[in-house]
């Protein structure tokens, strides 16, 4: 089985300090839990910025302050931008880090209800814009699917040349408005991937270990961190993303599944 890439999504742009204290919004805190990611394993980062009052943005100049204070730090790291941002902003806005020409950055391959009164917005037109801007900027998109719907978008765009081959996709699953996040969802997104793609599972809250685990027996790969989860275990709040990212380094040597650098993670995802 190919080495697994682990994937540290360390800050998001909901998730704020009244939830956990250690969700990082300044520079200095951004770089602290991308570092504490990347030693314990992680080989990409995906990336949400914020103002320093923990306020998300999509700044082009704070994404590069970010990033190249990451990559002074952890070198080898592949850092992926957010283009999801948050609920509300503009497509223009959630393009900004892409005009960066990063390695990889998230495309969402869908609308879907993002609690309360909130609809996260993906219309087709606007996946076929974000796709074409990353083929334009040699970035390559992880598909961010919330839902089987959104795995036949990608293949569908793929095919009429909107997103490149081949695909890597990212399931994240058990939002609400979203696919849960049980065995049988996963196995259902799974075996609905075209032929020679990758994916990454990211499984929100209590769903974020079973679901690594599932993904890591399969041969896919696992997004952990506080963007999807801020429990270590029930109860037990997570003093940073690397004991997260630690902890998915345990389950995979249990089950026999080796950690790829990031220099393997380059490899395995065609980079
Ligand atoms: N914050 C969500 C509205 C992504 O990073 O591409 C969107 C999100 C997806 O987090
Ligand atoms: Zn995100």
Do not use: W
């Amino acid at each position: 089985m190919e080495k697994l890439i682990i994937t540290a999504a360390i800050c998001g742009a909901e998730v704020t300090k009244e939830h956990n204290p250690n969700v990082p919004y300044t520079v200095e805190e951004i770089v602290e839990q991308a570092y504490g990611a990347y030693i314990e394993g992680a080989s990409i980062i995906h990336l949400h910025v914020r103002e320093d009052d923990g306020t998300p943005t999509q700044s082009k100049e704070r994404f590069k302050i970010c990033m190249d204070a990451i990559k002074e730090k952890c070198p080898d790291v592949i850092v992926q931008p957010s283009t999801g941002g948050a609920v509300g902003m503009t497509n223009e806005e959630r393009l900004q880090p892409t005009e960066l020409h990063p390695e990889m950055a998230t495309l969402d391959c869908g609308t879907l209800n993002f609690g309360g009164d909130e609809v996260f917005t993906n219309t087709e037109n606007t996946i076929k814009e974000f796709g074409e801007k990353m083929i334009e900027r040699g970035v390559k998109p992880e598909l961010e699917c919330f839902d089987k719907s959104m795995i036949e978008m990608a293949v569908r765009l793929n095919k009429k040349g909107f997103i490149k081959s081949p695909m890597h996709f990212s399931f994240v699953m058990g939002v609400n408005g979203g696919i849960g996040g049980d065995l049988r969802d996963f196995l259902f997104l799974r075996d609905s991937l075209p032929c020679g793609s990758t994916y990454s599972v990211a499984g929100l809250g209590r769903f974020e270990f079973s679901l690594a685990a599932a993904a890591i027996i399969s041969g896919g790969h696992v997004r952990v961190g506080f963007e999807d989860n801020i429990y270590l275990e029930k109860g037990v709040l997570a003093e940073s993303n690397g004991v997260l990212v630690a902890k998915v380094v345990r389950i995979a040597k249990e089950l026999g599944r080796q950690i790829a650098t990031p220099a393997e993670a380059r490899a395995i995802l065609g980079l």
